[in-house]
């Protein structure tokens, strides 16, 4: 049974680019949220997307978006990139029916702004 | 902002139990008390969640105190692999999770 997968591992961008980050969930999840970590920080929540919609919004500016695909993956966008963008990006999936929501996470991309 | 405080570090010796614990004074009746823990950067990983009882699985305990406003996670045999920081986390089921800074365990030899 995979686990959540994340890709790429690691991704070096210049300011202003766009990148994008993929996420597929853990077999039977239906819904996808997305952290920021900053070195020496914890995770901090970006979104989340479940029936292809965005549900929930943390404090993070247009700039990040994202989309779920019918099979559940998720894909996050990161426009105009910025030096401070620099971070571990997480993917966390669950199963909205599950009474207790438990998040499982990914191993991450490591995003390297220069 | 995160609804719990846990001290920024602790020590423990290899084959001993690992007490962690966690303040959540403010924490609702709706609210579930989750810990997690992150090795090295990694992804976090999830360990044992709770609402009112005590609750055990392979990896550890998780002690919540009558009143709710605290808890303790216990790991009972303590290795060099759990070297890690230990976040606890209080939310409704289905909410985001929103992190501390948690707990840095060190395991000594």
């Known amino acids: 049974d995979a686990g959540v997968t994340q890709s790429p591992t690691h991704l070096i961008k210049t300011r202003g680019q766009q990148v994008t980050l993929r996420c597929s969930p853990k077999s039977g999840h239906d819904t996808v949220s997305w952290y920021q970590q900053a070195l020496g920080q914890g995770p901090q929540f970006i979104f989340q997307y479940y029936e292809e919609e965005e549900r929930q919004r943390g404090n993070f500016p247009d700039r990040f978006s994202g989309h779920q695909f019918p099979n559940y993956s998720s894909e996050l966008n990161v426009n105009a990139l910025l030096l401070g963008d620099s971070a571990l990006y997480l993917c966390?999936?669950?199963?909205?029916?599950?009474?207790?929501?438990?998040?499982?996470f990914g191993a991450g991309t490591r995003l390297s702004v220069l | 902002d995160a609804k719990t405080t846990q001290p920024p570090s602790m020590d423990c010796a290899e084959g001993r139990a690992a007490n962690l614990p966690c303040n959540h004074s403010t924490i609702s009746g709706n609210e579930y008390v989750y810990w997690y823990r992150q090795i090295h950067s990694q992804g976090p990983q999830y360990i044992i969640h709770g609402l009112k009882n005590n609750e055990t699985n392979e990896m550890a305990s998780l002690i919540i105190t009558e009143d709710r406003k605290s808890s303790t996670l216990i790991l009972p045999h303590a290795t060099l692999r759990d070297t890690a920081v230990y976040y606890c986390i209080v939310r409704p089921a289905a909410q985001k999770l929103v992190f501390g800074q948690g707990t840095r365990l060190t395991i000594n030899p």
């Open positions: 966390a999936s669950s199963l909205v029916a599950g009474v207790e929501n438990i998040q499982y």
